[in-house]
């Protein structure tokens, strides 16, 4: 075998490298180390810039959801269809009447208290010597269970009518085949009234049950437009909103404020609402802490110009009628509670008066561990300020 001759110009290694040192490795783990160290705490930071972010965004999405019932109520409080005047329906005719009502001797009238379309919106403050709590609220609103009231929540009640008219699937002026599409027609109670007194008696409208409704055409008691076509039906409402202290009821359907939502009570916008012809309590948005609400009077004298110039959380009792608009605040607290958050020392003004009217305490478990903000929007009831500024 011919010996290898090594090329004089070849300037390679005469040892190959084995590996690396101990230095070099050690170098190695202390760098990759910090790599990783800083991935997990970008990739936690991203993680709880997302909570942060989707928490607001979510009490954003309730703040919305809340003003727009409690606005689609004030909105249609005082319409009755097209009748100018609630005075003008016939209130008589089909003996209307309601159960499990909301009247007492303090909140008055104390039988078919859903039907008094003369008083379409009023409320009762959540401070002052009104203010309602657990102990006082069923005796001036015997409808709302006590254990399922917020004490010293605002109260807010508004009567009339939907803004949706009963259709006419045949297009040949009769309703009733309309009328009989409506889930639970029958029990249900209608507004029909037209822009003129057509109807028997001098009235312009009529308060019927969905049942009835057959039985009065054929004799002439319901109101015509002056082609002979039925006048619009609209299905009547009663609201009333406030806070209670839960979403999900520990058992049945009240609140007990300690195992309630898992062990974390939600206070909850609720409201009481007239289903068929009695007042039945529905829960519509969690995560409500505290509502307020601040009435726009229009001052001037009859008919007015239905602009608001004063707003009060107080009407005098003369001054329910001259309401034309209501600013409405609702603070709401985030769905998520964050463990190295504190809201202790943070005060929340919702009227703009200068004075707190929210501020966090232990009234349950880690309630000052959830982010808080307040959101407000002023609603016009359409009705009474067009009425008094025509």
């Given amino acids: 075998m011919a010996n290898f001759v090594r090329h004089p110009f070849d300037r390679r290694p005469t040892t190959r490298q084995s590996g690396l040192s101990l230095v070099e490795l050690m170098v190695g783990l202390t760098i990759g180390l910090f790599l990783t160290l800083g991935l997990f705490t970008l990739i936690a930071n991203s993680s709880q810039s997302f909570k942060v972010q ?8 309730n703040a919305a959801t809340a003003l727009r019932y409690m606005g689609d109520s004030i909105r249609m409080a005082g319409f009755v269809g097209y009748a100018q005047d609630p005075s003008l329906i016939n209130t008589t005719i089909d003996n209307v009447a309601t159960t499990a009502d909301c009247g007492s001797a303090t909140n008055p009238p104390t039988t078919n208290w859903a039907l008094n379309m003369q008083v379409p919106i009023y409320g009762i403050p959540g401070s002052g010597s009104n203010a309602l709590t657990q102990l006082t609220v069923n005796g001036v609103f015997p409808c709302i269970h006590a254990s399922n009231f917020q004490s010293y929540s605002p109260i807010l009640v508004t009567r009339g009518v939907g803004g949706y008219s009963m259709p006419d699937p045949n297009g040949d002026g009769n309703l009733t085949d309309g009328l009989a599409e409506q889930p639970n027609y029958n029990t249900t109670i209608y507004i029909q009234s037209a822009a003129a007194k057509q109807l028997v008696g001098g009235f312009a409208g009529l308060l019927f049950y969905g049942s009835d ?3 009065l055409r054929s004799t002439n008691q319901t109101p015509l437009m002056p082609n002979g076509n039925d006048a619009a039906i609209f299905e009547y409402r009663a609201h009333v909103y406030y806070i209670r202290p839960c979403s999900l009821p520990a058992t049945g359907t009240t609140c007990n404020g300690v195992t309630d939502d898992a062990g974390f009570p939600i206070p909850t916008l609720a409201r009481q609402e007239l289903s068929s012809s009695a007042m039945t309590e529905v ?17 001037n004298p009859n008919p007015g110009d239905g602009v608001p110039d004063i707003f009060t959380a107080t009407p005098a009792a003369g001054d329910w009628s001259n309401v034309v608009a209501v600013r409405v605040s609702v603070l709401v607290r985030s769905p998520h509670l964050s463990s190295n958050y504190d809201d202790s020392g943070k005060q929340y003004d919702l009227d703009g008066d200068g004075i707190p009217d929210y501020t966090c305490t232990a009234s349950y478990v880690n309630a000052c561990k959830y982010k808080r903000k307040v959101f407000t929007q002023i609603f016009q009831l359409r009705n009474i300020a067009l009425r008094r500024g025509a």
């Fill in 54 to 61: 989707d928490d607001f965004a979510r009490m954003q999405d």
């Fill in 283 to 299: 829960p519509l948005v969690e995560g409500i802490d505290l509502v307020s609400f601040q009435y726009g009077i229009d001052n």
């Fill in 213 to 215: 409704y057959a039985t």
